[in-house]
């Protein structure tokens, strides 16, 4: 279904009237015998005439075989109406008088003040239903089958049909005009990508411009709460960390139990390849670290180039659009998934700093009572995130980091089998005709009617979208757009100093090449073991160059890994020299990986190579 129609598509054939305006603009596919038509051409007349200024309405037909045996007639006869300058009057005769039978149309064509012999003549010609085809063929090619079908200011309308929504999506407030601009934002695949550039160079330029000392003094400013003689405090990075990273750490875990669950991870075979490449862009990226770094004190940061940026690596391949297989954007999803949940397990078993056993039993006894709920069968979320928060504190005190709370917090939140849709959609339209047959004999009952529907609404709702997938669309937005954002400016403000950090420096080498090299290279590897042992098979619509290539995206590491920088080395040059090189090694895994997919890969088309 198209989502947009362009400004030349609004230019095209289409009965219009008021201001001819693109901005304030209302397009609607409908026909004259659809109930559901009719009911929105008394909701567009009261839009109209309640609007601050003139709007512009288009209505072009298209005709559905359900609306009778004859869809074609009305649509003819609103055609011929126009031929006589009376379109809008017979439009809204014609709305008036809604059986299809011929005694109507003519009924119609006299309340509409027609010449009834001409009228007769007119909608006789052929060319009157080629008019009305050209409709019907253009709402086709802009994938449009159902009526009725708005646009409205250029973008396919689905909000809800009251006069109110409808005036202010055509004449939008100031607070609508800039929610319409974050959602086109959003829906940019690359969106989240741009703000996390921004991000990190906004803090690279002001660590190391004039107000630099101010940078550093922010992140370390200190907040938290105290309650009954005991404090909670740490610095606005530490909480940005700590906090705002355990909520991206739950988006991750409630992704990856979506995967398993329904996606990519549900089927075992299907499983093995992502795995298998997940796998061999860890051990081989570590091992290269290791082999520049081994017998120091800077070994600790091994687990550094092990992390893939799901983020940036998504963003890159929309980027690329189609000349990178689907498939392929589906395995560097469960493969990045995967990635986080190996560094979720390098975080916990060997970045943990000194444990608190009483901290630790507290977090297993609230990890149990939230097990207690999912076994129960407890759907609501309220209760999870409750105790979610003591999680989170149990964690932070045990000397585990913190963000695993989120991952442990999402293991709990309940799934169910998915009802059968068609039940439901079943539901959903009984009690929708039988709302509407006890408004149209008792109006009064409005109110009563518009509660119940909404109880019928949440109750469908809930059986439709599991808890844990509610959850996650809820805090997927704030996750990308805001959290990931915010770590990155509160993390990247590196001071690029070549007195204390040095291209030659062990930290800075093994961490490029692991990204850059061993990345695609243990991707790559896994990948064709596992096809070649006939464990797994590479999708039939890619060539092994498309591995390689997304292998080489996968380098980007920067999220996680300028994270377990911070958890590996103590402050000071090693993990400036570990930061600087993930946004350099990321940079150029982007570069690469897209060069090569656009200009060094050819199509996927054609025999696997």
């Given at each position: 279904?198209?989502?947009?129609l362009?400004?030349?598509?609004?230019?095209?054939?289409?009965?219009?009237?008021?201001?001819?305006?693109?901005?304030?603009?209302i397009?609607?596919?409908?026909?004259?015998g659809?109930?559901?038509?009719?009911?929105?051409?008394?909701?567009?007349?009261?839009?109209?005439?309640?609007?601050?200024?003139?709007l512009?309405?288009?209505f072009?037909?298209?005709?559905l075989?359900?609306?009778?045996?004859?869809?074609?007639?009305?649509?003819?006869?609103?055609?011929?109406?126009?031929?006589?300058?009376?379109?809008?009057?017979?439009?809204?005769?014609?709305?008036?008088h809604?059986?299809?039978?011929?005694?109507?149309?003519?009924?119609?064509?006299?309340?509409?003040?027609l010449?009834?012999?001409?009228f007769?003549?007119?909608?006789?010609?052929?060319?009157?239903?080629?008019e009305?085809?050209?409709?019907?063929?253009?709402?086709?090619?802009?994938?449009?089958?159902?009526?009725?079908?708005?646009?409205?200011?250029?973008r396919?309308?689905?909000?809800?049909?009251?006069?109110?929504?409808?005036?202010?999506?055509?004449?939008?407030?100031?607070?609508?005009?800039?929610?319409?601009?974050?959602?086109?934002?959003?829906?940019?695949?690359?969106?989240?990508?741009?703000?996390l550039?921004?991000?990190?160079?906004?803090a690279?330029?002001?660590?190391?411009?004039?107000?630099?000392?101010?940078?550093?003094t922010?992140?370390?400013?200190?907040?938290?709460?105290?309650?009954?003689?005991?404090?909670?405090?740490?610095?606005?990075?530490?909480?940005?960390?700590?906090?705002?990273m355990?909520?991206?750490?739950?988006?991750?875990?409630?992704?990856?139990?979506?995967e398993?669950?329904?996606?990519?991870?549900?089927?075992?075979?299907?499983?093995?390849?992502?795995?298998?490449?997940?796998l061999?862009?860890?051990?081989?990226?570590?091992?290269i670290?290791?082999?520049?770094?081994?017998?120091?004190?800077?070994?600790?940061?091994?687990?550094?180039?092990?992390?893939?940026?799901?983020?940036?690596?998504?963003?890159?391949?929309?980027?690329?659009?189609?000349?990178?297989p689907?498939?392929?954007?589906?395995?560097?999803?469960?493969?990045?998934?995967?990635?986080?949940?190996?560094?979720?397990?390098?975080?916990?078993?060997?970045?943990?700093?000194?444990?608190?056993?009483?901290?630790?039993?507290?977090?297993?006894?609230?990890?149990?009572?939230?097990?207690?709920?999912?076994?129960?069968?407890v759907?609501a979320?309220w209760?999870?995130?409750?105790?979610?928060?003591?999680?989170?504190?149990?964690?932070?005190?045990s000397?585990?980091?913190?963000?695993l709370?989120?991952?442990?917090l999402?293991?709990?939140?309940?799934?169910r089998r998915?009802?059968p849709?068609?039940?439901?959609?079943?539901?959903?339209?009984?009690?929708?005709?039988q709302?509407?047959?006890?408004?149209?004999?008792d109006?009064?009952?409005?109110?009563?009617?518009?509660?119940r529907?909404?109880?019928?609404?949440?109750?469908?709702?809930?059986?439709?979208?599991?808890?844990?997938?509610?959850?996650?669309?809820?805090?997927?937005?704030?996750?990308?757009?805001?959290?990931?954002p915010?770590?990155a400016?509160?993390?990247?403000?590196?001071?690029?100093?070549f007195?204390?950090?040095?291209?030659?420096?062990?930290?800075?080498?093994?961490?490029?090449?692991?990204l850059?090299?061993?990345?695609?290279l243990?991707?790559?590897?896994g990948?064709f073991?596992?096809?070649?042992?006939?464990?797994?098979r590479?999708?039939?619509?890619?060539r092994?160059?498309?591995?390689f290539?997304?292998?080489c995206?996968?380098?980007?590491?920067?999220?996680?890994?300028?994270?377990?920088?911070?958890?590996?080395?103590?402050?000071?040059?090693?993990?400036?020299?570990?930061?600087?090189?993930?946004?350099?090694?990321?940079?150029?895994?982007?570069?690469?990986?897209f060069?090569?997919?656009?200009?060094?890969?050819?199509?996927?088309?054609?025999v696997?190579?």
């Amino acid at each position: 279904m198209s989502e947009r129609l362009q400004q030349d598509a609004l230019a095209d054939k289409g009965h219009a009237t008021g201001d001819a305006k693109l901005s304030d603009s209302i397009v609607e596919y409908g026909d004259y015998g659809c109930s559901d038509c009719r009911r929105l051409h008394d909701v567009l007349c009261a839009v109209r005439s309640e609007s601050g200024r003139p709007l512009q309405y288009v209505f072009r037909h298209l005709p559905l075989v359900s609306s009778g045996p004859n869809p074609m007639a009305k649509a003819i006869a609103a055609e011929a109406a126009a031929r006589q300058g009376l379109f809008w009057e017979m439009h809204a005769a014609l709305f008036r008088h809604a059986s299809a039978g011929d005694e109507n149309i003519l009924l119609a064509a006299r309340e509409a003040g027609l010449d009834l012999e001409r009228f007769e003549a007119d909608r006789a010609d052929p060319a009157i239903a080629e008019e009305v085809q050209q409709d019907i063929d253009q709402a086709l090619a802009h994938g449009i089958a159902q009526v009725p079908t708005l646009f409205i200011r250029g973008r396919k309308y689905t909000g809800t049909w009251d006069v109110e929504s409808i005036r202010e999506a055509a004449q939008p407030p100031l607070a609508g005009r800039v929610h319409t601009l974050a959602l086109d934002f959003a829906r940019w695949a690359a969106g989240s990508s741009a703000l996390l550039i921004v991000a990190t160079v906004l803090a690279l330029l002001w660590r190391n411009g004039p107000f630099g000392h101010g940078y550093e003094t922010l992140w370390h400013l200190e907040a938290g709460l105290m309650a009954a003689g005991r404090s909670l405090v740490m610095s606005l990075h530490h909480w940005v960390n700590d906090l705002l990273m355990a909520v991206f750490f739950l988006v991750v875990g409630l992704e990856l139990k979506r995967e398993i669950r329904a996606g990519e991870l549900a089927d075992p075979k299907r499983a093995v390849l992502p795995i298998a490449a997940a796998l061999g862009g860890m051990v081989v990226p570590a091992g290269i670290y290791l082999a520049f770094n081994a017998g120091t004190d800077r070994v600790a940061g091994w687990g550094v180039p092990m992390a893939t940026d799901i983020a940036f690596t998504l963003g890159v391949l929309a980027l690329l659009g189609t000349r990178v297989p689907a498939s392929m954007k589906v395995f560097a999803t469960a493969l990045a998934i995967v990635d986080d949940l190996g560094a979720i397990l390098v975080l916990a078993i060997f970045y943990n700093h000194g444990l608190s056993w009483e901290a630790i039993g507290a977090a297993l006894l609230l990890m149990l009572l939230l097990l207690g709920f999912n076994r129960a069968r407890v759907y609501a979320l309220w209760p999870y995130l409750t105790v979610g928060t003591l999680l989170w504190l149990a964690v932070y005190l045990s000397g585990l980091h913190a963000t695993l709370a989120g991952v442990m917090l999402a293991v709990t939140i309940p799934t169910r089998r998915q009802a059968p849709l068609l039940p439901l959609l079943a539901q959903g339209s009984a009690g929708i005709q039988q709302a509407i047959k006890r408004l149209e004999n008792d109006t009064d009952r409005e109110e009563e009617e518009r509660q119940r529907m909404a109880q019928r609404v949440r109750s469908i709702e809930e059986r439709l979208v599991p808890s844990a997938e509610r959850l996650e669309h809820a805090l997927q937005p704030w996750s990308a757009y805001l959290i990931l954002p915010i770590f990155a400016l509160s993390n990247a403000g590196i001071l690029i100093s070549f007195e204390h950090v040095s291209v030659t420096d062990p930290v800075m080498l093994g961490v490029v090449l692991a990204l850059v090299i061993g990345k695609p290279l243990g991707i790559f590897a896994g990948t064709f073991l596992v096809d070649r042992l006939g464990l797994g098979r590479k999708p039939d619509d890619a060539r092994w160059s498309h591995i390689f290539g997304v292998g080489c995206l996968c380098g980007i590491g920067f999220t996680m890994s300028i994270f377990i920088a911070n958890e590996a080395f103590a402050a000071g040059t090693p993990v400036e020299s570990a930061k600087l090189a993930v946004i350099a090694a990321s940079v150029m895994a982007a570069i690469i990986g897209f060069v090569h997919l656009r200009f060094l890969t050819p199509s996927a088309r054609g025999v696997p190579a």
